[in-house]
């Protein structure tokens, strides 16, 4: 054998556990028949030691899932048990599985984590609206008015009557209607009328008027609505059945020898 397989590296390791004593314990009874003590039992129920021994191998890189790891190592460990490591040494190979593992570990925690989803059509839409407004109205009116009015008014008013009456042409009468003095005369009757008016009115009037008005209104509006919606069909099923074996060749091909 050129190199050596995983059974014979994780043989070795149990043996440095104490896990030695396949065909004779301590006390010198025969156990070789006895599947308590045989290696190959152990290996098989993939106890916490076994799996202590594959995480070192992977350099004790992890999936995001400690359970899809968990079944994604343990499923890589049974699937190339008895293949032979294409390296000279274990140290080699560790480095060739560990950078392996990295180029494909979100590729491996998609198809983990969403295989699912592609297989049902899965599709989400979450849609989340808010909505803020804050309206502030202010208005402001003023009125000043101021109102004078003044009238005057002057005037004279002179107002004669004068009547005289002669019935002798010698008499001696005054026929100046300037002249208020008549010294004879059979009749004579006489009336003057004399008004001085003066007046003067002021009316004012002021006034002022103001107002203010002031408005403000405030709303706030969110909303929030999630719809999922699930296509159940054969065929997506069907081809996604040999996607992690399309991983493991893809660990076959650069970390085991190839016949």
């Known amino acids: 054998m050129t190199t050596t397989t995983l059974y014979k590296i994780v043989q070795s390791e149990l043996y440095k556990l104490g896990h030695d004593h396949e065909i004779v314990d301590k006390e010198g009874n025969l156990v070789f028949f006895d599947n308590e003590f045989q290696v190959m039992s152990k290996i098989m129920s993939y106890d916490t ?5 594959v995480d070192r191998l992977f350099n004790h890189m992890k999936l995001n899932n400690t359970i899809h790891d968990q079944h994604f190592k ?6 190339f048990i008895n293949r032979e490591i294409n390296r ?20 491996i925690n998609r198809v983990y984590t969403d295989m699912e989803k592609y297989i049902l059509g899965y599709s989400e839409t979450n849609e ?8 502030l109205k202010n208005s402001t009116s003023k009125n000043n008015s101021n109102n004078i009015s003044e009238t005057t008014s002057k005037g004279n008013t ?19 209607v300037n002249n208020t003095v008549m010294r004879s005369a059979n009749e004579n009757d006489i009336s003057r009328n004399k008004q001085n008016n003066s007046q003067t009115n002021t009316d004012e009037q002021t006034s002022s008027n103001e107002t203010e008005n002031k408005d403000q209104s405030e709303s706030h509006s969110s909303g929030e609505s999630n719809s999922i919606s699930k296509t159940y069909q054969l065929d997506q099923l069907f081809k996604t059945n040999n996607v992690l074996e399309r991983i493991m060749n ?3 091909k650069k970390c085991f020898m190839q016949f």
Do not use: G, V, W
Not at 74 to 79: L, Q, Y
Not at 90 to 107: G, K, P
């Open 158 to 176: 002179t107002t004669d009557n004068r009547q005289a009456r002669s019935d002798l042409p010698q008499s001696n009468i005054n026929l100046d």
């Open 49 to 53: 030691d076994i799996e202590t021994i």
């Open 88 to 107: 000279q040494t274990i140290e080699s190979f560790m480095l060739e599985l560990t950078a392996t593992f990295l180029q494909s570990q979100d590729y």
């Open 74 to 79: 343990k499923t890589f460990f049974f699937r």
């Open 128 to 135: 989340d609206s808010k909505q803020d407004s804050n309206d």
């Open 250 to 252: 893809e660990f076959d």
